[in-house]
């Protein structure tokens, strides 16, 4: 088996994790050889924009493989984000490189920011994308032919491939190579990078946890951590409110004006993440899942789960169901 050729841009001001975690998903990937022993998947090459270390945002400092001018055949190109690529004399070097070689490589995918690199090129125009969650409303307001979606991990449309924030350059990763070498691979990449092969709904789940942290007062702040510990409890309106000492009426108002949302609808979202967690343990029956989260029945649960995830419980076992792995080392 030959491996595959992934190339990944270098430059100054580059986000180190952007770079670095889907390097580290495509360095993992190995299948069986003929003769029994494992071999690579991929080839990684880093590129710099000239011939000499770059620095990232946090200040790690890297050594690229090869520079713009002297690029081997690719068979992938990953654009990784950082506050780098925003700057315009960057970002048009990198545009007009990848023009001049896009016609050449099977596919391309950028990481977080990484899609202001590739935008410029017009290749992207008409087709759906994403980016952090930070940047979408800038980034759509730049590039309004892009049909940005502010909610999705990651987007393909052609040959072009874009996701979120920083991790989520890893859930492309995996999905990259479950579609080169099929969902063995890739779960085998997963368990050793100890991550989901698949993580289910966008990236509005994990941004808004943070925001309402950073957002709250002391006291809903602190009763947030206390419901997220309790959710098998009465989270009530009348519940919480008395925890508040607020009255009810008094104490939704406030809810909503801190949390952006009533408190039924918080709890809920509570109770169905922490089920997602618990949905993976081999342990755990979709029945017990129900009744340890709060739901008063799994029907009751299977309809709260389908209606915010868009898929039932269920269906999103299987997606992390792990098989055993075939007895090999990298």
């Not at 977080?112 to 994308?129: E, I, Q």
């Not at 702040?221 to 009426?249: I, K, N, Q, T």
């Amino acid at each position: 088996m030959k491996s595959r050729r992934v190339g990944f841009l270098g430059f100054d001001g580059v986000m180190a994790l952007d770079l670095v975690g889907p390097i580290d998903a495509f360095t993992s990937a190995f299948v069986e050889g003929t003769d029994g022993s494992p071999r690579s998947c991929y080839e990684v090459v880093i590129i710099g924009l000239a011939n000499k270390p770059f620095v990232s945002e946090s200040g790690i400092l890297f050594k690229p493989h090869t520079t713009l001018r002297s690029v081997p055949p690719l068979d992938t190109l990953m654009i990784p984000g950082g506050r780098g690529l925003r700057v315009p004399k960057t970002q048009a070097t990198v545009a007009e490189w990848i023009k001049t070689r896009a016609g050449k490589i099977r596919r391309i995918a950028t990481v977080c920011t990484g899609v202001y690199g590739l935008a410029p090129t017009g290749l992207l125009d008409g087709r759906r994308v994403t980016t952090h969650w930070r940047f979408v409303h800038h980034f759509a307001k730049r590039f309004p032919q892009l049909k940005v979606d502010a909610n999705a991990l990651f987007c393909q449309d052609g040959p072009f491939y874009t996701c979120a924030g920083v991790t989520s350059g890893i859930d492309l990763s995996l999905a990259l190579i479950e579609e080169d070498f099929g969902p063995t691979v890739a779960l085998a990449v997963a368990r050793e990078l100890v991550v989901y092969l698949k993580r289910a709904g966008g990236q509005e789940q994990y941004s808004e946890p943070l925001k309402f942290q950073t957002r709250s007062p002391d006291r809903f702040g602190d009763l947030a951590a206390w419901m997220h510990g309790h959710l098998e409890h009465d989270l009530s309106v009348e519940a919480l409110a008395h925890r508040a000492r607020l009255c009810p009426r008094h104490f939704s108002r406030r809810f909503k004006d801190v949390f952006g949302a009533p408190p039924a609808r918080f709890v809920e979202d509570l109770r169905l993440g922490e089920a997602r967690e618990r949905l993976c343990l081999a342990d755990q029956t979709i029945e017990s899942v129900a009744k340890s989260v709060g739901f008063n029945s799994p029907d009751a649960f299977r309809r709260a789960f389908e209606r915010r995830y868009g898929v039932n419980p269920s269906s999103f076992r299987k997606r992390f169901e792990l098989r055993k792995p075939s007895n090999r080392s990298p």
